[in-house]
């Protein structure tokens, strides 16, 4: 399984982006895909989960009501749609997908919120 993000970028406060997981490979078998972030000195979080089956979703307390994670099984593409944006949302956000016991990780995509 292929990981591939995109959409990061620098936003003032308040603002929105939204992210990109692409999906390939072996990818019938992912259930879950997911959304974690890193910032410098801090543990990797998660931010949003959902399921490929039952779209169950999943949020960080930090983001929700402002962050949406969704998915299009057509095109094996996770989004994530990031509104109200704050500084301590800056990161580097991996996506993730889960087949059977194994985790994928994408590269990560840099998103940076300004004051």
């Known amino acids: 399984v292929q990981l591939v993000e995109s959409g990061g970028g620098s936003v003032q406060a308040g603002g929105s982006l939204r992210l990109s997981c692409a999906a390939s490979?072996?990818?019938?078998?992912?259930?879950?895909m997911g959304w974690y972030r890193q910032a410098p000195g801090k543990q990797r979080e998660l931010v949003a989960s959902?399921?490929?089956?039952?779209?169950?979703?999943n949020y960080g307390d930090s983001v929700k009501g402002r962050f949406t994670i969704s998915r299009d099984n057509a095109k094996k593409t996770v989004y994530l749609q990031m509104n109200s944006l704050k500084p301590e949302d800056t990161a580097v956000y991996y996506c993730?997908?889960?087949?059977?016991?194994?985790?994928?990780w994408g590269q990560g995509t840099q998103v940076t919120v300004s004051s």
């Open positions: 993730s997908a889960r087949e059977g016991p194994f985790d994928y």
């Open positions: 490979g072996r990818t019938v078998s992912i259930n879950f």
């Open positions: 959902i399921t490929t089956g039952g779209g169950s979703t």
